[in-house]
């Protein structure tokens, strides 16, 4: 490959399997799933599992799950970072060989007697190993770590797509550790290697890292490597400027999916978070793909806003295909916990969803409206609606009735026959639709009476409205 032809991109998400999917990581993946899927790419995953004592496999599986939800896929296999241990400890003893890392044999106890002394004269505590330059032949037969050379003079010039240039002073960097006392690797050299291996091009991840890529391109350049292109994003803040946490709500991505926003909604509030283009608040995924860049993410920390996410997941759901809509539900009732609803329901369901698709935030709020066709006669009033079924309601109904035994089952002609209704007997058609959603549904919050009783159909209809019309137990 020649020097000025572009290097296929391929991103990675890492994350360390210590607990959830936080909401900030999970915007860390997309923004890497986007500008690789817009870009004909590769979106890798690694498990960053090097911290045996801290990582579990629950976490990995959380971490899967919340990125299944939000349709992250990712290509190739899932790397464990730890089963390339081998590999990592191999790289530093290349280094080794090269000159540029060197074995050090000082003790803790040494290391921090030179910290005392130099806090004593008022100088950098940074360790400098009297080891660097000794010659292998006057080495004891003692324990030692890897540690490389780092540079001591000049800067080291971070080029960040998102900070800008950051500029770290060589003198500030110490001769880090590569390869433990016991041989095994350190996690920046690991997270260095697999990048490397995995042919990075792209490292987009949290501004929480952006000092480990100083010491990581000492380690780049002592091998020779490319260094990726960085792109370290600000962090997400809670609606006080304070880092997002569990006082500001739900951190996890898996809560959100809980609470039945929708997968769509939540990628376009996501990746709204910290990225712009334009004024584009909404934006279906094809579009997404195509305007990701990382020129478009903000240099200081978005606020996670509630309101928001709700807005843009109403938007998608009312602009969802039924049939993708209708899977998602069923979906989510499994992961809510609910009753998984019955071949009838779902059938119901999909066919009701054009008139539950409009002002609904979330899932929650759209079963609610579809109660009407979950629910089978006899059709109990929830509190508030059996208000609507006193005595004259009643009568109304057991009036309105005959006109709907013979009408044309479309909506024109039942606008026209309710409406009919209503001028005779010179009533606000509230009068009648009251009591016909608490006869439909057993709701006050429901469709139209209209979508109802076209979803319905006649039967269901007149059987629904004769039945609260007379109830078994009327006085
Ligand atoms: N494992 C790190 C984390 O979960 C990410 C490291 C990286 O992206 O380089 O924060």
Known sequence: MSADTPKAVVTRFAPSPTGYLHIGGARTALFNWLYARGRGGKFLLRIEDTDRARSTPEATKAILQGMAWLGLDHD??????????????????????????????????????????????????????????????????????????????????????????????????????????????????????????????????????????ARQMMIYNAMGWDVPVWAHIPLIFGNDGKKLSKRHGATG????????????GMRNYLTRLGWSHGDDEFFTDAQAREW??????????????????????????????????????????AVSGA??????????????????????????????????????????????????LDKVS???????????????????????VLNGYCETKDIKFGKLAGPMRAALAGRSATPSVFDMMLVLGQDESLARLTEAAAPADAS
Request: charged share 25%.
């Open 76 to 213: 190739g296999d899932v790397i464990s970072q730890f089963e390339g241990a081998k590999r990592h400890a191999e790289v530093a003893h290349e280094l080794l060989a090269a000159g540029k890392a060197y074995k050090c044999f000082s003790t803790q106890d040494e290391i921090q007697a030179f910290r005392d002394a130099a806090k004593a004269e008022g100088k950098s505590t940074l360790f400098h190993s009297p080891w660097r330059d000794v010659d292998a032949a006057d080495h004891p037969d003692a324990p030692y770590v890897v540690r490389i050379k780092a540079p001591q003079t000049g800067n080291t010039i971070i080029k960040d797509e998102v900070q800008g240039d950051v500029t770290i002073r060589n003198d500030q960097l110490d001769d880090m550790v590569l390869l433990r006392s016991d041989g095994t690797p350190v996690y920046m050299l690991a997270v260095v290697v697999d990048d490397h291996d995995m042919e990075v091009s792209h490292v987009i991840r949290g501004d929480d890292h952006l000092n480990n890529a």
């Open 292 to 333: 990701f860049d990382l020129g478009g993410i903000g240099k200081s920390p978005a606020r996670f806003d509630f309101k928001k996410l709700e807005n843009l997941c109403g938007q998608h759901i009312a602009q969802a295909d039924s049939a993708a809509l209708q899977q998602e539900i069923i979906a989510y009732l």
């Open 394 to 416: 009643r009568g109304i109904l057991n009036e309105l009735t005959p006109h709907l035994q013979n009408a044309s089952w479309g909506r024109e002609n039942l606008e026209a």
């Open 253 to 264: 991505a898996e809560e959100y999916q809980v609470m039945g926003y929708p997968a769509a």
């Open 339 to 388: 009753q998984p609803l019955t071949q009838k329901q779902a059938d119901g369901l999909f066919k009701a969803m054009p008139c539950l698709q409009e002002r609904a935030k979330k899932f929650p709020d759209l079963i609610e409206k579809a109660t009407f066709v979950l629910s089978s006669r006899p059709i109990v009033p929830d509190e508030k609606s059996s208000k609507n």
